[in-house]
């Protein structure tokens, strides 16, 4: 056992007491809507920043009972780039909260080390995520590429995005075969990654840059995020939400008749951002829904490149469903 892990046992026995005291996260929290500043349009121009990562690292090993938390704060976190910064609110919060959540799960966070290192020392992640900005490039000529910061967070958001940058929680790909996983609950079983599935998250959170501020209803936040997956499955070759589209390609209709009475709501509790709240199918099957509807919006396109268009800039989220004819896989 490292000494990180030593220090880390340690401190699961006193801290995760505390982890319940300053609450739980809520799992997927649901991005930000900001262009960037000085918006960039070439898509080799953007940075792929990771030096928060080894950062996280030292402190892991140096951290003690008395010293995690504030070695977390002071040296990971007030030492960091932009991007850990503005990976806090709703998200780290801050060093005693980073503690508490690691604390918690230390054999995993362990595990999950040289897959997020192989960031810098396996140059295909970075090149596929390169890649990816070049085909949205090549489909949509107006897209803005933000830098992106490459943080480890406490296993509560895969990504978001800030003012002028993409943000990716590694630690919510970062698992193998063999990373323990006992220590997480069922909703981060659920939706912990592989460290191959962080150009799909890039592309997923880029589509959002692009995006224009949405309706309130949850047809219109579910066609967002839906959107962004169809919109990065062209671009990077897949999607992250393989659970929600397992589910939902064996119960398409009564999803669509569920969805469709509730979709001019603003109530969004059963379809999107649960976290480990959904207990009795798969959570954010919205993401599954405007993924369908956007889809059958596609194929009916008989120009894909002014489809891509309008994918990413809805602003009318009924008349767009309208154009889909979307019927629940009944079309």
Same mark, same amino acid.
């Given at each position: 056992?490292?000494?990180?892990?030593?220090?880390?046992?340690?401190?699961? +026995?006193?801290?995760?007491?505390?982890?319940?005291?300053?609450?739980?996260?809520?799992?997927?929290?649901?991005?930000?809507?900001?262009?960037?500043?000085?918006?960039?349009?070439?898509?080799?121009?953007?940075?792929? !920043?990771?030096?928060?990562?080894?950062?996280?690292?030292?402190?892991?090993?140096?951290?003690?009972?008395?010293?995690?938390?504030?070695?977390?704060?002071?040296?990971?976190?007030?030492?960091?780039?932009?991007?850990?910064?503005?990976?806090?609110?709703?998200?780290?919060?801050?060093?005693?909260?980073?503690?508490?959540?690691?604390?918690?799960?230390?054999?995993?966070?362990?595990?999950?080390?040289?897959?997020?290192?192989?960031?810098?020392?396996?140059?295909?992640?970075?090149?596929? !995520?390169?890649?990816?900005?070049?085909?949205?490039?090549?489909?949509?000529?107006?897209?803005?590429?933000?830098?992106?910061?490459?943080?480890?967070?406490?296993?509560?958001?895969?990504? %978001? %995005?800030?003012?002028?940058?993409?943000?990716?929680?590694?630690?919510?790909?970062?698992?193998?075969?063999?990373?323990?996983?006992?220590?997480?609950?069922? #909703?981060?079983?659920?939706?912990?990654?592989? !460290?191959?599935?962080?150009? @799909? !998250?890039?592309?997923?959170?880029?589509? $959002?840059?692009?995006?224009?501020?949405?309706? +309130?209803?949850?047809?219109?936040?579910?066609?967002?995020?839906?959107?962004?997956?169809?919109?990065?499955?062209? %671009?990077?070759?897949?999607?992250?939400?393989?659970?929600? $589209?397992?589910?939902?390609?064996? @119960?398409?209709?009564?999803? #669509?008749?569920?969805?469709?009475?509730?979709?001019?709501?603003?109530?969004?509790?059963?379809?999107?951002?649960?976290?480990?709240?959904?207990?009795?199918?798969?959570?954010?099957?919205?993401?599954?829904?405007?993924?369908?509807?956007?889809?059958?919006?596609?194929?009916?396109?008989?120009?894909? +490149?002014?489809?891509?268009?309008?994918?990413?800039?809805? %602003?009318?989220?009924?008349?767009?469903?309208?154009?889909?004819?979307?019927?629940?896989?009944?079309?």
């Amino acid at each position: 056992m490292s000494q990180g892990m030593r220090h880390f046992a340690l401190i699961a +026995s006193v801290m995760v007491f505390a982890g319940t005291l300053v609450g739980r996260p809520d799992g997927h929290l649901q991005a930000t809507t900001a262009q960037p500043i000085g918006q960039n349009h070439d898509p080799d121009a953007a940075k792929l !920043i990771t030096s928060d990562i080894p950062n996280f690292w030292r402190v892991f090993d140096n951290a003690t009972l008395t010293t995690a938390a504030e070695l977390f704060q002071r040296e990971y976190i007030e030492a960091g780039t932009p991007g850990v910064k503005g990976f806090l609110a709703n998200r780290i919060v801050n060093g005693r909260y980073l503690a508490a959540t690691v604390a918690a799960r230390p054999r995993y966070y362990a595990a999950i080390r040289k897959n997020s290192l192989a960031l810098d020392r396996s140059p295909e992640i970075k090149e596929s !995520i390169r890649a990816g900005f070049r085909r949205l490039k090549a489909l949509y000529s107006e897209a803005v590429f933000p830098d992106v910061y490459f943080l480890i967070g406490r296993m509560n958001s895969a990504g %978001t %995005t800030s003012p002028d940058a993409l943000l990716i929680g590694v630690e919510m790909n970062g698992r193998d075969e063999s990373t323990p996983i006992d220590e997480l609950t069922n #909703w981060e079983r659920a939706v912990t990654g592989r !460290i191959a599935d962080l150009p @799909h !998250i890039v592309a997923h959170e880029l589509v $959002h840059i692009q995006q224009p501020n949405a309706e +309130s209803t949850l047809l219109a936040f579910s066609l967002r995020e839906g959107g962004a997956d169809f919109i990065a499955e062209l %671009t990077s070759g897949a999607h992250t939400n393989r659970a929600q $589209h397992a589910h939902g390609n064996a @119960h398409e209709h009564e999803l #669509w008749e569920e969805f469709r009475n509730a979709m001019h709501g603003s109530d969004l509790t059963r379809w999107l951002f649960q976290g480990d709240r959904s207990t009795d199918r798969p959570a954010d099957l919205g993401y599954y829904i405007g993924y369908k509807v956007c889809e059958a919006f596609y194929r009916r396109a008989t120009n894909k +490149s002014e489809a891509v268009r309008r994918i990413i800039r809805i %602003t009318d989220a009924d008349g767009f469903l309208r154009e889909s004819e979307y019927a629940g896989g009944a079309q």
